[in-house]
């Protein structure tokens, strides 16, 4: 049972580049996210998927795009990767019902876009 | 969705209890509150969730007053190893939300 498992770990990108960060639950979790973390900035929500089939913007979307690609996997892609995007990914995933608020974190997923 | 407000910092030395307080003026009926904890380089883990009076589990303790307007984490007798960021999220039940955490509050642990 590995939980929620983020590819890749490290990425370097130069700036125009495009990426794509991976994301996969076990749990049969219905929800899942995607945050970044800056210094000083905390946890900041992406875009999220309620369900299999539907996706939201977040706090910040602004140049990323996402898939709810089945049940189990939620992917983040940049199209073309700014600097302002450097950060730590982290993917998360919740199963709805009387325990909402229980999020499972990924190890994140570190980037560097030059 | 409830907006949070918690301290951005606390120092505290080893052995002592540490009270957290998390403001949520604007809670709803069916919002939960839970903390989060979260180390250097590792994504956050769930710590404690309650609706109501006060929940205790092995890690912490959550204190909540009947207006639910606040939350207290009360962590007893801290240790280094509680050296942490800390998060409090207000949540309601249903389909899933956008769970936004906010910048926490850092928590330090000295000798």
């Known amino acids: 049972n590995a939980g929620v498992t983020q590819t890749p770990k490290f990425q370097v990108l130069k700036t125009g580049q495009s990426m794509t960060l991976q994301c996969a639950q076990d749990?049969?979790?219905?929800?899942m996210y995607w945050y970044r973390q800056d210094p000083g900035m905390g946890l900041r929500l992406i875009y999220y998927?309620?369900?299999?089939?539907?996706?939201d913007k977040g706090e910040v979307p602004n140049g990323y795009n996402v898939s709810r690609l089945n049940k189990r996997e939620f992917s983040l892609r940049l199209e073309s990767a700014a600097p302002s995007q450097t950060s730590v990914y982290f993917c998360?995933?919740?199963?709805?019902?009387?325990?909402?608020?229980?999020?499972?974190f990924g190890e994140g997923s570190r980037l560097t876009v030059l | 969705l409830a907006k949070t407000t918690q301290p951005i910092s606390m120092d505290s030395y080893e052995g002592q209890e540490v009270n957290i307080t998390c403001s949520h003026n604007?809670?709803?009926?069916?919002?939960?509150i839970t903390w989060y904890q979260q180390f250097p380089s590792q994504g956050p883990r769930f710590i404690i969730q309650?609706?109501?009076t006060k929940v205790t589990n092995e890690v912490a303790s959550l204190f909540i007053p009947a207006d639910r307007k606040s939350s207290t984490l009360s962590l007893p007798r801290v240790s280094l190893s509680d050296t942490a960021v800390y998060y409090c999220?207000?949540?309601?039940?249903?389909?899933?939300?956008?769970?936004?955490f906010g910048k926490g509050t850092s928590l330090l642990v000295t000798p």
């Open positions: 998360a995933s919740s199963q709805t019902g009387w325990r909402t608020g229980e999020l499972f």
């Open positions: 749990m049969n979790h219905n929800s």
């Open positions: 998927s309620a369900s299999e089939g539907t996706t």
């Open positions: 604007n809670i709803a009926t069916n919002d939960y």
């Open positions: 309650g609706y109501k």
């Open positions: 999220l207000v949540a309601a039940l249903g389909s899933g939300y956008a769970l936004n």
